[in-house]
């Protein structure tokens, strides 16, 4: 069983930054695929990115976003960048440990979502 927990949302303006953490439980971090995830009012919950040994992002995020690991702490970090108004959602850290890092159903375990949120 795999826990997780996120941090760091909040209210920035547009272009500024944020930084979100997400701590796992367990001891086969380093195993795991962690995803990042976002869900706008109204909207399906839409892939961000993910990593294990790589990283891959979806088109809207590139070059803004970026996603690392630190396996000594069991954390994954998506530093977001030139935030705009439409990045507004609830931002939540998963894992998994198979293939398919950019369908949500693929994943196992969630977090319990952390508020991020952009204005113009």
């Known amino acids: 069983q795999v826990q997780l927990v996120e941090s760091g949302g909040g209210l920035v303006q547009a272009g500024g930054s944020l930084r979100l953490s997400c701590t796992a439980s367990?001891?086969?971090?380093?195993?795991?695929?962690m995803g990042w995830f976002r869900q706008a009012p109204g909207k399906e919950r839409e892939f961000v990115g993910a990593?294990?040994?790589?990283?891959s992002y979806a088109d809207p995020v590139k070059g803004r976003f970026t996603i690392s690991r630190d396996n000594a702490k069991n954390t994954v970090y998506l530093q977001m960048n030139s935030l705009r108004p439409e990045d507004t959602a609830l931002y939540y850290c998963?894992?998994?440990?198979?293939?398919?890092?950019?369908?949500?159903?693929?994943?196992?375990?969630w977090g319990q979502g952390t508020q991020v949120t952009v204005s113009s």
């Open positions: 998963a894992a998994t440990y198979g293939d398919g890092w950019s369908a949500g159903r693929n994943y196992a375990y």
């Open positions: 367990g001891r086969t971090f380093s195993s795991l695929v």
């Open positions: 990593i294990r040994g790589y990283v």
